[in-house]
């Protein structure tokens, strides 16, 4: 018998127990809330994170991204503070009141000097933020006012109509900051200090100053995936899990959780356990049909005449025949006297 630390046995069903070994503790979960330190409280924890990464969700219901800062500034406090303001994004209405004039056609921008003042932004950011997304030659500065005027057309209603879709685009107007960064704090570690904030963006992180692009990490599997490429999603993949498992003070040997997330991205891209992923493509029909959508995958099979070699567990159970697995998987000839 092998060593059971070691080796499996030849033909064990590693899957089912692995599946046994996440799907037993998973339903005993306690649904705490954790907090990380003030930045997206109650990020989804226990099951509904489990669920969250089985599914392959776009994105996690509460993102978040952990920046390290490059080895000379780790230690520096008021650089690692720098950088978290310099991360968090500004929203155009968060610095000015934007109002329509429609019998000018225009919309009128009014700067809000303290909140400006406290974030940060000047006038001249708020005018080329405004520039890049209507354009140069439609703006306009007076005093602390921009007047963004929209070029004039036949016909009457349409103006009207392409001015509040405008309006609409010029409220969504990042005047500084990373895209998608939302609120950040600045944590000591071991002596050193790194950056907690909510939301994602690691393309544009990465090309900010001072950042240590080796260290730089997300709880969204699927911005890792787009960023660093399969493998790195692999590895987010097991420590997510394992994080989660760890803070519900669940023992799950790494391996049971290795082997799902290689089931999960093993061809190329990340992809959810149910029946839009793994489950939906099984080999065998039948094995497709037991799980969900049992009418569908047998009306399409029989429509395309589609063959079950009867590979899988379920489809011999389904048959009655013996099950591919341990002893199961053996075939013994003997040879007879003549």
Do not use: C, W
């Not at 993102?63 to 968090?88: D, R």
């Amino acid at each position: 018998m092998a060593k059971a630390s070691t080796k499996i046995i030849p033909y064990s069903a590693v899957g089912i127990v692995a599946a046994q070994s996440l799907g037993e503790p998973g339903t005993q979960m306690t649904m705490r809330t954790f907090h990380y330190a003030g930045v997206a409280e109650h990020v989804p924890t226990g099951l509904p994170r489990l669920i969250e990464l089985v599914d392959a969700k776009k994105e996690p219901k509460k993102s978040i991204v952990e920046v390290h800062l490059a080895k000379e500034h780790k230690t520096k406090e008021s650089q690692a503070k720098a950088l978290a303001k310099e991360m968090e994004s500004v929203l155009l209405p968060e610095v000015a009141i934007v109002s329509e004039n429609m019998a000018e056609k225009r919309i009128i921008l009014k700067l809000k000097t303290e909140d400006a003042k406290l974030l940060g932004v000047t006038m001249e950011m708020l005018k080329e933020a405004v520039k890049k997304t209507v354009g140069a030659n439609k703006v306009e500065q007076r005093g602390d006012k921009i007047s963004v005027r929209l070029k004039d057309d036949k016909e009457k209603e349409k103006p009207l109509k392409d001015l509040r879709k405008l309006t609409t685009k010029i409220k969504k107007t990042l005047v500084k900051g990373i895209s998608g960064i939302n609120r950040s704090v600045v944590i000591k570690d071991k002596g050193e200090y790194f950056i907690r904030a909510s939301g994602f963006n690691i393309k544009d992180i990465m090309k900010l100053k001072n950042v240590d692009p080796f260290r730089i990490y997300t709880n969204s599997v699927m911005e890792i995936e787009k960023t660093f490429g399969i493998e790195a999603a692999r590895n987010a993949t097991i420590r997510e899990m394992q994080s989660v498992m760890d803070l519900q003070g669940i023992s799950v040997d790494i391996r049971h959780i290795m082997l799902l997330a290689d089931a999960m991205t093993s061809d190329g891209k990340v992809k959810s356990i149910g029946r839009h992923g793994l489950s939906g493509e099984k080999a065998g029909v039948m094995g497709r049909a037991a799980f969900e959508e049992t009418i569908k995958h047998l009306v399409n099979a029989s429509i395309i005449g589609e063959d079950d070699n009867l590979v899988g567990v379920t489809e011999n159970i389904i048959v009655g025949q013996t099950i591919p697995i341990g002893t199961g998987r053996i075939k013994l000839g003997m040879k007879t006297k003549k």
